[in-house]
Every structure is written in structure tokens, then in C-alpha cells.
């Protein structure tokens, strides 16, 4: 096995951006309990989250991505009307950014909350209930609290290192982010499997020798694991009722247990550390050409939502679009959707048909069944039979997948789509509907769909090393 030594070097924070981050959290903290004593506003702030724990990876030069989240918590009593705690916490998580000179967006979880852009860092700075147990929880961030507090009760200071291993793993593979958009491991998912199997090499053989769809870890033994459904089932310790693996995509599980297997068999370092992919425009098209199928890209601005609003309705949309193009006999190899949260929505269509006959072969009633038998041959006069039912040959509605893609997003016919009503409007005012390899010969096409189309054609690329 590998010498994880010289990785942790390189994703463990050093001694100095340890006091640097430990010290801007002091700051705030400090800045938000002085000015809820000034105002005489019952709140406190706390520091919560991965860096409490200890377990946050980095900011440095070797990870690849966003960097480090600082969470820093505005606690009120159970006794806090929801609205003064909205408005009490935001005042002061204004007043604690302002006065560090620092920026800040209003965002919302199961209420609004201020994320800070501070020193190089984002702050997120999140009012909530003081609750000790479950039963007290009044929104979904208040278990914050709880789960910080029990990962540092219950995880070894050793193991510290193992989630470290394991966070940084799975970011690499493509497999770390509960969010949307990933449906993959959360970061209190890594420390609870490290709690529970203890240590990162002990998660990965778990995985490959033990998951498989509907695997159950309950580190409480509270007995509840059977309620849930969902791929993998972790009972959380601080809650008998809630699976913290329910974000986690049956895809990402599979794709980490590949993955994990893949290292095992061959521990390399590189797993650590982004993988250099090597692709054109050229390469890209000639990928697709020879594939024999059309592909098409469906362009559209986006919406003004979250991120977590928004990719649930592109990928609605596009499992949609699959439906209507499938029950229509246009018949799809593959498809998927990206989306740069900014401006532009996309969604990729394979299609192994393209185009169709005029004409389909329509069944119709037994020839014993007299009564639907006149009906039918008085619509259907050219009918035969064949065995013992009735069948013609009926026009098809449309001859061409292009004319049916086009006819589902126009006024009417998006009535038959699923889809978000805040997308919904953007594809009626304005969309764009491509072949991939006339769009592969253009020079303006984005450095970051020409990454997307190459990930759907490599789609285990990052689950293995050479």
C-alpha cells in the first residue's frame, strides 16, 4: 500500500492557515456575541461545522474546486419566534460582515442565511435554534449543532487524517457533494463511515465487499434502518428518523465502490489528485461521428434560483424529454445535462433514431369483437388481420425527432413536458437546438460544455489511475 504521508502533507491545512482560519472564525464570533450584547439580542455565535471538527481539507494550491467553507453558527433560544430569528440573525451576520470590510450574498436553506466573502474565504453565517436533541429541531440546519458535536465526541484525533483521505478521494473520483447536482457523499457521510468501519482504507473494502443497494449502517443501533428505501441507509446518531445517505444517488454509490475497488487493486497516489484530461474539439466530434448516433445539444438561458432549484428541473426536464421522444418510437441511446449556474442550461440527446416511416402498424380489436370491429374498419377501411386481431397502418404524428423536440417547446405543446414553471418560461422565450458535431466545429464553444460532452462519452474516467 501506498504512503498516504506525503498526501496528507498536501491536504492537511498547515500550522499556519490552521491559526489563520481558527483566528478569522475568533474574529467573527467575537464581532457577532459583542454586537448581540450591544443590542441586547439573546444569540450566540459558534464555529460549527468541518473546520470545528477538524476535518476540513486544505485551501491550498492542491485542491482543485471551491475552497474552504467556514461555518459559523447564530444560535437563539427555543423560545425565538422563527421571524426575530430571521431578522435578528441577519442584522447580525450584516453587521459582523460590514464591519470586517468584507461582501456577502443572501442565500436560503430552510431560511435565509448571509454567506461573507471575507479574507479570502466564504463565511457562511447561518441563524438557528439552540437545540441539544432532535426532538427540539425546529429546521433542518439546526442539526448542525448536533452533528458537530457528536463527530467530535466520537471521532479519534488520529482519525482525523482517514476522513481527510476519504474526502479528498472521493473529490477526485467525482463522487464528494450531497448537493443536487452531485448526489453524492456529504462531508458528515465520510465521518460517520470513518467512525464506523475507522479508518479510509477500512471504508473502501467495506464498500467492495459489503454495499450493495439497500446496505445498512446504524452506529446507535437504534433499529429504524428498515424505514428507509433509499440506496444507502446510514441511521444518523443524532436522529433515529433521518437517513443522512438520502442525497446519495445509486449512480455515486456504485461509482465510488468501482472506484474504490480500482484502488485497491492498484493503490496509486495519483487517485489524490486531479486527473489530466486531454481533449479537443476534433477529437470530440470524431468521438461522436463514429458512435453512428445523433446527438443534439438543447441550449437555454437559465432561471434566477439556486442551484439546488435549478438542477432538479433541468434534469426533470430532460428525463422528460426522453419520455415523450421514447413514447413517440424515437428511441435514445443516452442523454444528460449540465448547467454553468450562471446564464446557460444544456441538455445532451443521443438518438439511435432519428428519423421515421410515415406510417406505424396500429393493432386493433379481436375479430370476435364485432361491435369494435365495425368501428374500427369504418376509421380504418384498409385493415387485415392477423391471427385473430385486426390491425392498419397509421400515419405517424411525426416522421423526425427535431420536429417533435421543437413542437414540445412551444406554448402549447410544453403542456406534455415536465417541467419547473421558472424554466418552463426560459425555454419558451429562447432556446437553441444544435447537432454536437456541427456545435464541436465552432471556435467559441465553451471550454466547459466541450468538458461535459467529453465526460458523457468517458464516463468512467476519473474512477481509475493508469
Not at 62 to 86: H, M, N, R, V, W
Not at 367 to 394: C, I, M, Y
Amino acid at each position: 500500500m501506498i504512503d498516504f504521508n506525503p498526501i496528507l502533507n498536501d491536504i492537511e491545512p498547515s500550522q499556519e492557515e490552521v491559526e489563520k482560519v481558527r483566528g478569522l472564525a475568533d474574529k467573527l464570533i467575537n464581532i457577532i456575541n459583542k454586537n448581540a450584547n450591544k443590542l441586547n439580542i439573546k444569540a450566540e455565535a459558534v464555529l460549527l461545522g468541518s473546520v470545528a471538527k477538524n476535518t476540513w481539507l486544505s485551501n491550498g494550491k492542491s485542491q482543485e474546486g471551491k475552497g474552504l467553507d467556514i461555518d459559523i453558527f447564530i444560535k437563539f433560544p427555543l423560545t425565538t419566534s422563527l421571524d426575530d430569528l430571521k431578522r435578528y440573525g441577519l442584522e447580525l451576520a450584516h453587521k459582523c460582515v460590514e464591519e470586517v470590510d468584507g461582501t456577502y450574498e443572501e442565500r436560503y436553506a430552510s431560511h435565509p442565511y448571509l454567506t461573507g466573502f471575507i479574507e479570502g474565504y466564504e463565511v457562511d453565517l447561518v441563524p438557528c435554534y439552540d437545540i441539544t436533541d432532535s426532538s427540539e429541531l425546529k429546521s433542518a440546519v439546526d442539526r448542525t449543532l448536533l452533528h458537530t458535536r457528536f463527530v467530535v465526541d466520537n471521532l479519534e484525533s488520529k482519525q482525523a487524517r482517514d476522513v481527510r483521505l476519504l474526502k479528498r478521494f472521493m473529490k477526485m473520483v467525482g463522487t464528494y457533494g450531497s448537493e443536487f447536482k452531485v448526489g453524492g457523499f456529504s462531508g458528515y457521510l465520510c465521518e460517520l463511515l470513518v467512525i464506523h468501519y475507522g479508518s479510509f482504507l477500512k471504508v473502501l473494502k467495506g464498500a467492495v465487499e459489503d454495499w450493495k443497494p439497500g446496505y445498512k449502517i446504524d452506529l446507535m443501533n437504534y433499529g429504524t434502518a428498515g424505514q428507509f428505501k433509499d440506496p444507502l441507509i446510514v441511521v444518523d446518531p443524532t436522529d433515529q428518523n433521518r437517513n443522512v445517505s438520502a442525497a446519495l444517488t445509486l449512480q455515486k454509490m456504485a461509482e465510488f465502490r468501482v472506484a474504490a475497488g480500482n484502488f485497491l487493486k492498484n493503490p496509486k497516489k495519483s487517485y489524490f489528485y486531479p486527473k489530466t484530461i486531454d481533449y479537443n474539439r476534433e477529437t470530440l466530434r470524431k468521438e461522436f461521428q463514429e458512435r453512428k448516433t445523433h446527438s443534439v445539444l438543447l441550449t437555454f438561458p437559465i432561471p434566477n434560483i439556486s442551484a439546488d432549484a435549478l438542477h432538479p428541473q433541468i434534469q426533470k426536464t430532460e428525463k422528460s424529454l426522453v419520455k415523450i421522444l421514447e413514447n413517440n418510437e424515437f428511441k435514445v441511446l443516452g442523454s444528460d445535462s449540465w448547467s454553468d449556474e450562471d446564464s446557460t442550461g444544456v441538455i445532451l440527446l443521443e438518438m439511435n433514431t432519428w428519423k421515421l416511416t410515415p406510417f406505424r402498424k396500429y393493432a386493433g380489436p379481436l375479430v370476435w369483437d364485432d361491435e369494435n370491429t365495425q368501428r374500427f374498419l369504418e376509421k380504418h377501411p384498409l385493415s387485415w388481420v392477423e391471427g385473430e386481431r385486426w390491425f392498419t397502418l397509421a400515419r405517424r404524428d411525426y416522421q423526425e425527432a427535431e420536429s417533435l423536440i421543437k413542437e414540445t417547446l412551444t406554448p402549447q405543446g410544453i403542456r406534455n413536458l415536465r417541467v419547473g414553471k421558472h424554466l418552463k418560461k426560459k425555454l419558451l422565450e429562447n432556446y437553441d437546438l444544435v447537432d454536437v458535431p456541427d456545435l464541436l466545429i465552432r471556435e467559441d464553444i465553451n471550454e466547459d460544455v466541450l468538458k461535459f460532452l467529453y465526460t458523457y462519452l468517458h464516463k468512467n474516467e476519473l474512477l481509475t489511475r493508469d
